[in-house]
């Protein structure tokens, strides 16, 4: 289960301080923003270390660092045009583009998936029917590499769980990589012929159809995988050594930068061991590398642990083995030479590593967890020094090739972004865009705040961000909309700017707006997540229900008013609130929701929860179902009825348990859903939530305007 953000309508924005002139009806129900905030510049890339190309309005200039003077990129740098090639899908065939001609590659009924250009540009590397293809494009001789590809078998392609968990929807279910050399090509053999089958409904047509997706939920059997590597002109594969049988994960690979082996990232299925190992490219053979334990989880789907460095005699490596992310300096074999950060806090990114004079230049969330900095520090952990500056959080942050200055983006809950061009002593040396429109000082927004609650036993400082009502008075009581997702690490809450014409409307109405994180939502390092082990629901509910008590008695939040809506995790956990929490959340608006963990996929689940035969009793904590005879509130269910993701299976069984206890609730399908859904289902969606909102919360009828 990845984040989505899908129609979470009200996640709290920052906002400027108010003035003089209102925004009106139209700006806010059509998100128009002009004049009030305007787009920065785009920065595109360093051409050395000491100017870089940026994009304004559509033009790409070079801007030199010593002067600030801006020329035409085109017409200063592009002085010869270089012809690179280009693979397009045209009716499902493949075509190479040069300039503006086309070569066709591929004649067949059946679709290539996934093309990939070799790092010389002289294959491409693809899919048909599960099996992995190249074509040499000099020669245009098409060779095939697996043969056993099947319905079940596949070869370069990912099984659902591996697509969605591991490996990431960015692949598009891609499970192979070319080598740096070009002349290899690492991938995975996945079997799930003993992996469920899901089916998922379809009401289409005069009988409908059913789509069956092998889905393997917690504790069911999981495919079996298979990495291997083989020439980019054909022959045998390689197989790395390891028993396909054994109950394992593999993460994604790793080439090493002379392409003179590959890593493999590799773990049980318990998920608490992590091992890189490296495999001989001539028989298969592994050796370890890393070996890593922790008592709860280790992540396996984290693209960015280890980075090499460019000597090829050693590589800084991330774990957050001691309770916060950071960097640790190792040699080529595995061996640990020293930690690089250490202390209470999470390193997020690696920048730049600059290996001449022995600096490593990291964002992370050290000063407030909410707001992100640039650091840099020695490669033997001496010489920590912010480079960031001031009270905001720091995005987009680009460090130049020597590590001389990089260009930010900075802002807080009140202050607009700004780009700058910063040295990496920290000095700011010119503004290169401010967000600031001409009507901003001018207009007046919805106020703004980030505000820290403390947690019942004292632990932890909870971050939440309230967007107030226009014309707030202290004296009244409000109605709440509470935005949340709450997944392990999965915060939302950060000190940066948006402006969200959306919530500027619902503050005109008299509404509070409110997003809040939990203790396990990354604020806290992963000491702060590990309380999610075996006991997903119960901390991040008890920390709400802290900030919601603190909301009523403080913030004149109307007790009978407490509204909470979340999409996904943010739908399990509204449905959770609704019934668990049913004391202090008296309405929710919950889609795509998980309502019980064994009908979550295997790997996302047991990362937290082991399996149910392991932890049944925190299955049965975690499940909506248990505490069905609490529910007292009004729910609104809404699922897509062929959700791939989080099965409708969920709120059918949920919906099934309301109406045995004769409960009152709401629900909508959206025919043909996913996990999300788009065009006039999603308007529709939208001026639902709006309906809900002025029935229940506002109390009045909605305004015609409001209805899309």
Known sequence: MRKNGFLLLFIAAAFGASAQTALTTEQMLKGAAQKVTKPLPQFVEWVGDNSFVIRREGKQYLHDVKTGKETDYAGSVMTTTVVVPEIINKG?????????EETRLTNNKDEEKNPVLSPDKQYVAFTRNNNLYTINLNTKKETQLTNDGTDVILNGYASWVYFEEILGRATRYKSFWWSPDSKKIAYMRMDESEVPMFPIY???????????????????????????VVAADGGSTVWADFNQKDDQYFGMPMWKPDGSALWIQWMPRTQDNLKVYEMNLADGSKKVIYDETQKTWIDLDDANRITFLKNGKQFILQSDATGWNHLYLH????????AITSGSFTVTDVNLVDEKNKLVYFTCRKDNSARYDLYKVKMDGTGLMRLTFGEFTHRNIRVSPNGTYFVTSYSNVSTPDVMALVDTKGKQLRELGNAKGEAFATTALAKTELLRVKSEDGKYDLPLRIVWPANYDKNKKYPVMISIYGGPNAGTVYDGWQLNMQQQWWAKEGMIQVAMDHRASGHFGKEGVNYMHRNLGYWEMKDWITIVKWLIENAGVDKNKVAISGFSYGGYMTCYALTYGADYFTHGLAGGSVTDWSLYDSHYTERFMDTPKENPEGYKSSSVYTYI???KGLLRIYHGTMDDNVHMQNSIQLIKKLQEKKKHFEFMLYPGGRHGWGGNQQLHSQNEIALFIYKNLLEREVPKEVIK
């Open 92 to 100: 499902n065939d493949l075509y190479l583009k040069m300039a503006n």
């Open 202 to 228: 379809s009401e289409e047509g005069q009988h409908g159809f059913i789509e069956r997706t092998r889905y393997p939920k917690a504790g069911d059997k999981n495919p079996e995988v298979k990495v291997g």
């Open 331 to 338: 040699d080529i074999t595995g061996k640990r030479i020293n």
């Open 629 to 631: 005879d609490q529910y």
